[in-house]
Structures are given as C-alpha cells and as structure tokens.
C-alpha cells in the first residue's frame, strides 16, 4: 500500500495547473500569517499588519475563484468520475484551511489580543508550527495527484507537529492563567490561542480524510 506513482492528471493539463494553484495558494497564507502574527506582535495592528491581512484576505479570494474553477472543469469535463467525489470533498477541506487562515487574521485586526512581551516567543513558536503543520499538509495533498507513494510520510508530519501545536498552545493557557493579568483577558487571550491551534486540527482532520482517499486509490 501506498507504493504506486501516477497521476491523476493523464486528460487534462489545465485541471494540473490550477490544482497545483490552489496548493500554492495554502503554502502562501500560512507563510503569511505567520509573518502578519510577528509583525502584530511587535506593532500591534499597525500599517503594516493590515497590508498582511488584506494580503490573506486576497489570497484567500483567489484560492475561492481556483476552487470554483476546479469543481466546474471535474463536473463539465466528466474527468477522474471515480475519484472525483473525493477530489471534490478534499479541495472543499483544503479551502476550510485558507478561509480559516483568513478568519484569524481578521480576529486579530479587529479584537486586538494584548499579547504580554513573555508571552511573544511561545505565540510565534504556535504560528510557526501551525503554519508548518499546514505547509506539510499542502504536500501531501499535491502528493496525492502525482505520487501518492509520498503521501504517509509527509502526513506523519502532520500528525507529529499538530500535536506539538496541542502542548505549545495548552502551556500557553496554562502559563496564562496562572498570571495576575484580569481574568477578562485571560479568557480572551486563550479564547485567540485555541483559533490558532485551530487550523493544526482542521489541517490534521485533512490528512486524516486524505488517507483514506488514498487507500480508496490503492486498491
């Protein structure tokens, strides 16, 4: 199992292009994210930041325009008709990731979390594990239409850094509430935390779809 290399894409080099798109797409909002996290961290929500955001908000419209396209050439071109059920379901999970990318950035700009400077280090080690649980997730999924041989290792990833996000981000609350800060923000900054850990589970729950859509081509 999972020992097969082929594509998927053996009718069309337009459904390879855009699928590729949409993958690239996940890879640039968690990458942004990250950098917008540091940047609000060190300017709270400054000029800057809110070009970040509405670069993700941006990113977020393309990924949307690549979804429709995607699920229109599966549907009027009749391709892949035994796995485009799945296809269908995995790029509609795929987008959750980059609609929730953009969710969180807004809650930032609008909620302005104080964030205390010890706290700093451990939110930006959560986004860098988030974003690299995403990134990994990306991988796999494009393993998936070329070759899927890959697809295990690269969701092992996944599995072993989203529950890295699950202790960094339960330190932090715990770390939180033992403060002296009022309980209203205590609340509030674990309230941003689980958002950001968020997007490590809906990545994981991801992959684990991801692997049996493999199976499902495997056997």
Not at 127 to 138: G, L, S
Request: aromatic share 10%.
């Amino acid at each position: 199992m999972f020992h097969v290399k082929f594509s998927l894409f053996s009718q069309t080099k337009s459904l390879e292009n855009k699928i590729d798109l949409f993958h690239d797409k996940i890879i640039d909002v968690a990458m942004t994210f990250k950098k917008a996290v540091r940047v609000f961290l060190a300017e709270k929500r400054s000029e800057e930041y809110r070009k970040l955001s509405k670069q993700i908000k941006q990113i977020e419209h393309d990924a949307d325009g690549l979804r429709r396209d995607i699920e229109s050439k599966l549907y009027a071109q009749n391709l892949i008709p035994d796995l485009r059920a799945d296809v269908l379901e995995l790029v509609e999970n795929l987008d959750k990731i980059i609609n929730r990318f953009d969710e969180v950035s807004y809650k930032f700009y609008i909620e302005r979390p104080d964030f205390p400077p010890e706290y700093h280090m451990r939110m930006t080690e959560l986004c860098e594990q988030v974003a690299d649980c995403t990134e990994n997730m990306a991988i796999a999924s494009r393993a998936f239409f070329r070759d899927f041989s890959t697809v295990r290792d690269y969701s092992q990833k996944v599995y072993f850094i989203e529950h890295e996000t699950d202790l960094t981000s339960g330190r932090m609350k715990e770390a939180i509430f033992d403060s002296d800060m009022p309980l209203a923000n205590k609340i509030h900054l674990c309230n941003i935390i689980s958002e950001v850990a968020d997007i490590a589970d809906i990545a994981e729950d991801c992959i684990d779809e991801l692997l049996i859509f493999t199976i499902k081509r495997d056997i």
